[in-house]
């Protein structure tokens, strides 16, 4: 199976065309702020509506931490958003696995739906914490590391000139 090609953006991930985009979600699923809230807001209320019905079935508790999940993109330009919960930084604990996690588990529900293009943030960069740098080094090396039967490009949708340049340094590497 081959990698996916990696490509790099600098902006607004809600305003993105592509198969599915990844919600750098809380466990709640019920929306919240950075990317969390601006997919929310921009896609409208069926997103909302799914996740409620993911939380009511499969999910009580909550999306465990590196997990993936997909709704519809109600009107985002996407046909899917995939929700991750990506790892709080921690200076004590190495929690770099589970950030991987989130990479490698939306790449295989991005397979299951049938998405040729997948959008990424820089998840768990904003009120998570997470170093750039760090961030960058992960998500990139693990879509290099994974495998897809269907995926064909993973595109970084990265808020700002500091994200970007991060990503596209690890990515000249």
């Known amino acids: 199976m081959p990698i996916p090609r990696i490509t790099l953006q600098e902006g607004d991930i809600t305003k993105v065309a592509a198969d599915a985009i990844v919600n750098a979600a809380n466990s709640s699923l019920l929306g919240g702020g950075g990317v969390d809230g601006a997919i929310h807001r921009a896609g409208g209320p069926q997103i909302l509506q799914e996740c409620r019905a993911l939380r009511a079935s499969h999910y009580g508790k909550g999306l465990p931490t590196g997990q993936a999940v997909a709704t519809s993109a109600g009107r985002l330009p996407a046909r899917w958003v995939i929700h991750t919960v990506g790892p ?16 490698r588990n939306s790449l295989r529900v991005a397979d299951e739906l049938g998405a040729h293009t997948v959008a990424f943030p820089a998840i768990s960069t904003g009120i998570f914490g997470w170093p750039l740098q760090d961030a960058a080094r992960i998500a990139i090396g693990t879509v290099r590391e994974t495998e897809c039967a269907v995926v064909r490009e993973v595109r970084f949708v990265l808020f700002g000139a500091d994200a970007y340049n991060y990503f596209k340094t690890r990515l000249d590497r």
């Open 88 to 103: 709080v930084y921690s200076t004590t604990e190495d929690r770099s696995e589970l950030l991987a996690a989130c990479h």
